[in-house]
Nanobody, 121 residues
Framework: QLQASGGGLVQAGGSLRLSCAAS????????MGWFRQAPGKEREFVAA????????YYAESLKGRFTISRDNAKNTVYVRMDSLKPEDTAVYYC????????????????WGQGTLVTVSS
């Protein structure tokens, strides 16, 4: 129901845009989030956006470099990542929730399969 794509290999300083396509059900009223997980680390909140109103939330450390958006007509949520650093290397996941702490992955009920982003130095 959530399909993440757009990952790949990019050099430090480059940009990528990840997509999360929703299908099979409506996510109206949901908060759509992006998380990432680097090898050996816990899943980390990246950004979130409310499906209906477009209200956005960001991890403090990523503000200014990452931008989340959505296209309701395409049922797709995006995260654009600029000025990428090697430490941004991780599997990126999109997810959806109806309520709860938006930074906590345990509150998200639907998850995409993840897309790998590798940033080379």
């Amino acid at each position: 129901q959530l399909q993440a794509s757009g990952g790949g290999l990019v050099q430090a300083g480059g940009s990528l845009r990840l997509s999360c396509a929703a299908s099979g059900r409506t996510f109206s009223g949901y908060l759509m989030g992006w998380f990432r997980q680097a090898p050996g680390k816990e899943r980390e909140f990246v950004a979130a956006i409310s499906w209906n109103y477009g209200v956005t939330y960001y991890a403090e450390s990523l503000k200014g470099r990452f931008t989340i958006s959505r296209d309701n007509a395409k049922n797709t949520v995006y995260v654009r990542m600029d000025s990428l650093k090697p430490e941004d290397t991780a599997v990126y996941y999109c997810a959806a929730q109806r309520g709860g702490r938006y930074t906590d992955p345990s509150f998200y009920h639907y998850w995409g399969q993840g897309t790998l982003v590798t940033v080379s130095s």
